[in-house]
């Protein structure tokens, strides 16, 4: 029976195997270069260029924007893409392999968190949820791991800050720290951590207390350094009066999500949710309920004896509250699952993996073991199917792929350097933006009043005469 159930282990972890490289894969090469990722590639290109951590910025006025507040992937992603680009690899595939490099330290990560927690099955769920989560859908996806966006990175990091967290609790601050520098929105990631410093303190009462205040305060410097000295570089470039009305942007950023649309509502947001999976919604509804069945059970059969299972799986469920019911409840973000997409990333699998482990336990109480192997069944059934679905429509190319974008941008490219253009404005934000980022022009907006004079890119008709086109893709005469 051991050597059966090995077979099965191991059958099932090369398929999930080849279900990450088949995304991974479709992610690097295939899936076409947009907006979001063109925008923040701007960043390291002007940085190799000498013009400082600079965005184009496309949505700040579309001029060359110092620490431009709308570029909210940080410079824990950026810069290793800026030395990477430096090597003069292809820029769109040199961007790409940072965030896929994140990725796999995330499924790594996950990887060490459920053997800890309950062994290698529930490291192989654990590792297939985020496989199963599907980002692709909607105006604002992340199409996939090696996309040029922060998310990604921000989850992979929080992972590792929890793996070291007990016997490194300063590496761990560190790493969170970086987080918040990959995506700003890992900020929310702190009370999880901060109840497990909690939990890891020694003691009981005031005492316990008193031992995690202490606990927490190395963490908590090395947490702030890496912002530190991001926004110490901002400081010694703007100046005091600069330096000011960049966090004044930065704060006018955040609090608006740099959204503007109707408003959203709790189930509104708690659907989608339920939607991001490849799976019906009534079947993701029912492996949430049913994970928390099992990690309740599992704590309920164990009590007294589950101290190391708490250290992961309760800040995980704090942090997954954090980063859901943030969304949720922020009726003026729209309906995009990138938003609290670090939180499910790094904290989802964890709960999974605690679902194993509660499934564990519970065979060991005998009027349990029909409820935990049911409940278990569903759980694996589903986080399976759901990666093995999202793994066959990942190799489904969709019309416009990154190969099709590099044949229409070529005569637009090449128009571009024989006239010396700087800059082409995009008409409108949108599809137009990764086409001209790959000419190597800058990217303005067509109606911000320093694009006034500036020819204009679109995959529309131009209302004035055409300079080139490519059938995809248009530049158009300045109006």
Same mark, same amino acid.
């Given at each position: 029976?051991?050597?059966?159930?090995?077979?099965?282990?191991?059958?099932?972890?090369?398929?999930?195997?080849?279900?990450?490289?088949?995304?991974?894969?479709?992610?690097l090469t295939v899936w076409r270069f947009w907006e979001d990722e063109a925008l923040n590639l701007t960043v390291p290109r002007?940085?190799?260029?000498?013009?400082?951590?600079?965005?184009?910025?496309?949505?700040?006025?579309?001029? /060359?924007? +110092?620490?431009?507040?709308?570029?909210?992937?940080?410079?824990?992603? #950026?810069?290793?893409?800026?030395?990477?680009?430096?090597?003069? /690899?292809?820029?769109?595939?040199?961007?790409?392999?940072?965030? !896929?490099?994140?990725?796999?330290?995330? +499924?790594?990560?996950?990887?060490?968190?459920?053997?800890? /927690?309950?062994?290698?099955?529930?490291?192989?769920?654990?590792?297939?949820?985020? #496989?199963?989560?599907?980002?692709?859908?909607?105006v604002?996806?992340?199409?996939g791991p090696a996309d040029l966006l922060g998310e990604i990175p921000a989850a992979a990091l929080l992972v590792w800050a929890l793996v070291v967290l007990p016997r490194r609790a300063w590496l761990a601050g560190l790493l969170v720290g970086l987080a918040v520098q990959a995506?700003?929105?890992?900020? !929310?990631? +702190?009370?999880?951590?901060?109840?497990? +410093?909690?939990?890891l303190a020694?003691?009981?009462?005031?005492?316990?207390?008193?031992?995690?205040?202490?606990?927490?305060?190395?963490?908590? #410097?090395?947490?702030a350094l890496p912002t530190f000295l991001f926004e110490l570089a901002a400081l010694l470039t703007f100046g005091f009066s600069g330096f000011i009305e960049h966090l004044r942007a930065l704060v006018r950023f955040v609090r608006s999500g740099g959204q503007l649309g109707e408003p959203t509502t709790v189930a509104q947001k708690i659907t989608t949710l339920a939607e991001s999976w490849s799976l019906p919604v009534w079947a993701a509804l029912?492996?949430?309920?049913?994970?928390?069945?099992? /990690?309740?059970?599992? !704590?309920?059969?164990?009590?007294?004896?589950?101290?190391?299972v708490l250290v992961y799986v309760v800040p995980a469920a704090v942090g997954a509250l954090a980063f859901v019911g943030w969304w949720a409840t922020a009726s003026h973000l729209p309906l995009w699952v990138r938003h609290p997409a670090p939180g499910v990333f790094a904290f989802f699998p964890i709960l999974a993996a605690g679902a194993v482990w509660g499934a564990q336990r519970m065979l060991h109480a005998r009027p349990l073991r029909v409820v935990s192997v049911v409940a278990a069944g569903v759980v694996l059934l589903g986080i399976g199917g759901g990666a093995a679905v999202h793994a066959v429509a990942a190799t489904q190319a969709p019309w416009l792929t990154l190969e099709t974008q590099r044949a229409a941008v070529a005569p637009l490219k090449e128009w571009v350097e024989e006239n010396d253009v700087e800059w082409l404005a995009a008409e409108p934000w949108?599809?137009?933006?990764a086409p001209i980022v790959l000419t190597g022009a800058h990217v303005?907006?067509?109606?911000?009043?320093?694009?006034?004079d500036v020819p204009r890119l679109t995959g529309m008709e131009c209302a004035t005469a055409v300079l080139v086109d490519s059938g995809l893709f248009q530049i158009c005469a300045a109006p």
């Open positions: 029976m051991t050597r059966a159930r090995s077979i099965v282990f191991w059958v099932l972890a090369a398929a999930l195997l080849v279900g990450h490289v088949l995304v991974a894969w479709q992610s002007n940085l190799l260029a000498g013009l400082g951590y600079a965005s184009d910025g496309a949505l700040s006025g579309s001029t /060359i924007t +110092l620490f431009d507040a709308r570029i909210s992937t940080g410079p824990a992603v #950026l810069l290793p893409v800026a030395a990477l680009l430096a090597t003069g /690899i292809d820029p769109v595939i040199g961007a790409r392999l940072v965030p !896929l490099a994140y990725w796999m330290l995330l +499924l790594a990560g996950l990887w060490v968190l459920g053997r800890r /927690i309950g062994g290698r099955w529930a490291a192989l769920v654990a590792v297939a949820v985020p #496989l199963a989560f599907t980002t692709s859908a909607g604002s996806p992340i199409q995506k700003l929105i890992a900020l !929310l990631a +702190l009370p999880a951590f901060a109840i497990a +410093l909690l939990l020694p003691g009981t009462g005031w005492a316990r207390i008193w031992a995690w205040v202490r606990k927490s305060l190395v963490p908590l #410097l090395f947490l029912a492996v949430a309920a049913l994970s928390v069945v099992l /990690i309740v059970g599992g !704590l309920w059969v164990s009590r007294g004896s589950s101290s190391a949108g599809a137009a933006v303005g907006l067509f109606d911000a009043p320093a694009m006034a």
